[in-house]
């Protein structure tokens, strides 16, 4: 349901003394005839932002909404950010709750979400649901934004309160792209729904469901952690019209050595397997392999990015061999680094259970740059390849810290330091090309997220504030 705005956009000269005025559990403004165009300021450094200036932004601010009730999340959407909050009602949840750790676009309850222009701030649509929660995705490879919506039937006395739920998608526009229900016989991923515990997938639009001809052991691809709160993302299931999934490759009487196989979702037909496509000189045959011998990483446009076995060890962590690949063929474009990470267990492939190795990994596409982390030794550590050319930037050193990579943009990438119990924490911002530290001991919220263009946007307390690419 579209309304007006609740809350002003504020050009960057007058956002110091705005802030006097504001705390973090301040409510914005409202105004009849909607937010006016945020101009950019050469105000104060980072006009007011906690902590100064972002690397790889500019030290003035183009435009900001000021701080709601129970704080704000902030999506990059192409040429757009969405900002989510809970509305004038929402309230910070108690310490302890379920809630309490959760950012705020993920927390139970009402939820206004604003798609504003990138870079001017202007307000293209506004979308509120009574109890939703609000996630990053894809739909056919453009970036949008997918609402969770919650229904409750009330109790009549004998049953139970029931709920459902339903996720809608959204452009950068504020445009809803579809609706699918969110539950056990659904998956959604990049617009296209899983259905028959993945046997079927058909357009989220609306379309036939056409048989999958990989089979229902569908592989997700890789992802990085939520900056927020340093949680694990769950990777899509597909991506660039195109879906992943394992088959026993048959190498032997006794083994279960898993091969990828890609499925074109339009057709639910094989596309390619790992055995058809351009494999690197060290990565080693199936045949040598005792688990999964190939996982898809990351999806970029028209390439896929592969991680190779290169010893085809049963558990334990080996080198894995990275190359960029032609998603529609297979064909080897690439050849990349190695990535230390954990091998499969060939008990747990024969159990369809294992998700090993897992890689975190994020791109930078004003550089083409993709820095990967993998376990080595018990510890997260980054390597930064040029997508083109293969050729590795750098790579950690086994006595620095781990780095686990969240976001990039605009020549810097963020990642967490240190590692505790079922997290991750102390952000720091690299050079994407050198590895030079550019900034640390900074909260998680000041990492951004970044427009298509190259402006950045980060949530914090005192509201959400965006600049130009530095």
Not at 26 to 43: I, L, N, Q, T, V
Not at 108 to 115: L, N, P, T, W
Not at 317 to 327: A, Q, R
């Amino acid at each position: 349901m579209g309304s007006t705005a609740r809350t002003v956009l504020v050009p960057a000269a007058t956002v110091v003394t705005l802030l006097a005025g504001l705390t973090a559990c301040g409510s914005g403004s409202s105004s009849p005839d909607g937010p006016s165009e945020a101009k950019s300021s050469s105000s104060p450094r980072a006009a007011g932002l906690p902590g100064g200036p972002i690397p790889g932004l500019a030290k003035a601010l183009s435009w900001t909404v000021p701080a709601t009730p129970g704080g704000a999340s902030v999506f990059a959407l192409g040429d757009a950010f969405a900002v989510v909050s809970g509305g004038p009602k929402a309230t910070r949840p108690a310490s302890g709750t379920a809630d309490a750790d959760a950012p705020p676009a993920e927390r139970a309850g009402a939820k206004v979400v604003q798609f504003r222009d990138a870079g001017t701030g202007r307000l293209r649509a506004t979308v509120e649901r009574d109890d939703a929660r609000v996630y990053a995705t894809t739909w056919h490879g453009a970036p949008s934004l997918r609402v969770d919506v919650v229904s409750t039937k009330a109790s009549d006395g004998m049953t139970s309160d029931r709920s459902s739920t339903v996720s809608e998608v959204y452009d950068a526009r504020g445009g809803k792209l579809g609706s699918v229900p969110d539950d056990k016989d659904h998956e959604l991923s990049d617009g296209w729904v899983a259905t028959d515990g993945g046997g079927k997938v058909a357009p989220a639009e609306g379309g036939e469901a056409k048989s999958f001809e990989g089979g229902k052991e569908l592989r997700s691809l890789q992802a990085p952690r939520n900056p927020e709160k340093g949680r694990e993302l769950p990777g899509p299931r597909f991506g660039g019209g195109y879906g992943f999934s394992r088959e026993e490759a048959k190498t032997g009487p006794y083994s279960h050595t898993k091969r990828l196989v890609v499925t074109e979702l339009s057709t639910g037909r094989k596309a390619w397997t790992s055995s058809e496509a351009g494999r690197p000189d060290k990565a080693i045959p199936e045949d040598r392999s005792k688990a999964t011998n190939v996982v898809p990483v990351t999806v970029l446009g028209d390439r896929v990015v592969l991680a190779w076995q290169t010893e085809g060890k049963d558990g334990g962590t080996e080198p894995w061999l990275l190359s960029v690949n032609d998603l529609r063929t297979g064909r080897l474009l690439t050849t990349g680094p190695v990535v230390r990470a954990a091998a499969s267990d060939n008990m747990a492939e024969i159990m369809q259970s294992d998700d090993k190795p897992v890689f975190y990994v994020t791109h930078d596409p004003s550089t083409d740059v993709l820095t990967v982390s993998g376990e080595r030794d018990s510890k997260w550590q980054a390597t930064a390849w040029d997508l083109k050319s293969g050729k590795q930037l750098w790579t950690q050193a086994d006595d620095e810290n781990l780095f686990a990579p969240v976001a990039s943009g605009n020549g810097v990438v963020y990642g967490f330091t240190d590692r505790y119990v079922q997290d991750f924490s102390k952000p720091i911002a690299v050079d994407v090309k050198t590895k030079k530290v550019l900034a640390r001991g900074f909260e998680a919220d000041r990492i951004p997220v970044f427009s298509a263009d190259g402006h950045g946007a980060v949530a914090v307390d005192q509201g959400v504030f965006v600049f130009a690419k530095g």
